[in-house]
């Protein structure tokens, strides 16, 4: 069993969004819809992780363990994959524990996820030198697997998003941009024909490029584009222009976008659309990772779906 099962793949759609903007530009603009395989383990994070979790499996551990944020769509997906796989697993958590645990939390913990949490400059430290005997005491031999699926397994699961479906006739492939994983796998299932272009939901990180090259085994392609401009304040940050659009943009599509990301992407796109960084006969393919599971955290009602 390698958890395929738990996602439905056969409901991946492509949506194309046409509207006065791309009539004008004269561009095709689809959306390939990953955030309906799941709702929990929705997007690229099942992706990611497919690969691990195999992996994890083929060597016989028991516990998978992995790292994130108290808001982190890889933690709710490890959680729910490790729980269907019949594996246990530890989330080391950023920060000192909340009084009031988040959604993803919740969900994670419902799962079975034992969660561990640790101060900042701790998590930060050992993130990047998982000194596992630590871990071992605690809850046994466990399988590894970094913050946000960071990593070429998790880029080799990322590619398999293009794979789905022919994508070959798209000139634009478009994805948000958080640690670069997924990107990179991106990078490497286009052809040499296609534009790739990665929307930053960070402010100013600019070392990603460095980071989505070390992904890679070989240089960044000039066809890739990492574009800054639309993280509205850094990652998990929002205005109400952003939510306003998210709203606007479900009337109009009945497509759902999360706030952390793939709201930053779509925005991005149309910004991108009315300045003409696509030519006209561009056919641009956006990635809609998923991700929905975050919008929970936001107040009820700032949001219209
Ligand atoms: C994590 C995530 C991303 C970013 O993926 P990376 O591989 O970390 O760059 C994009 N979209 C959604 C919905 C995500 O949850």
């Not at 982190?72 to 729980?83: L, R, V």
């Not at 990179?184 to 402010?203: C, F, L, N, R, Y």
């Not at 009337?251 to 992407?265: E, N």
């Amino acid at each position: 069993m390698n958890g395929n099962e738990i996602i439905h793949a056969e409901a991946v759609t492509t949506d194309t969004i046409e509207n006065s903007l791309t009539d004008q530009k004269k561009v095709r603009l689809d959306v390939l819809r990953l955030d309906k395989i799941h709702p929990v383990v929705s997007g690229n994070k099942w992706f990611k992780l497919q690969y691990y979790t195999g992996d994890a499996v083929n060597k016989g551990y028991t516990t998978l363990l992995t790292f994130g944020g108290s808001y982190s769509n890889h933690i709710a997906a490890t959680a729910y994959a490790a729980k269907t796989l019949g594996l246990n697993a530890v989330g080391v958590i950023r920060g000192e524990a909340p009084k009031q645990w988040s959604h993803t939390l919740q969900e994670a913990h419902a799962c079975q996820m034992q969660l561990v949490f640790l101060p900042r400059n701790e998590y930060d430290a050992i993130k990047k030198n998982v000194h596992t005997t630590k871990f071992e005491a605690q809850f046994g031999k466990a399988y590894i697997i970094p913050e946000g699926g960071y990593g070429l397994p998790g880029v080799q699961g990322a590619a398999d998003m293009l794979h789905s479906t022919d994508t070959s006739n798209y000139t634009h492939i478009v994805s948000a941009v958080g640690t670069g994983t997924t990107i990179a796998g991106i990078i490497q299932a286009t052809e040499p024909h296609q534009q790739v272009t990665g929307i930053s939901v960070m402010k100013n990180n600019l070392g990603l490029n460095d980071e989505i090259q070390s992904l890679l085994n070989t240089s960044l392609p000039g066809r890739f584009r990492l574009i800054h401009d639309y993280h509205f304040g850094g990652y998990a940050k929002y205005t109400p222009a952003l939510t306003g659009w998210m709203n606007r943009f479900y009337h109009a599509s009945t497509i759902p976008l999360d706030f952390v990301y793939t709201a930053k992407m779509m925005y991005g796109i149309f910004d991108l659309m009315e300045k003409d960084f696509f030519r006209p006969r561009s056919r641009i393919l956006a990635i809609h990772s998923g991700g929905l599971q975050g919008n929970r955290s936001l107040a009820p009602g700032v949001l219209v779906f």
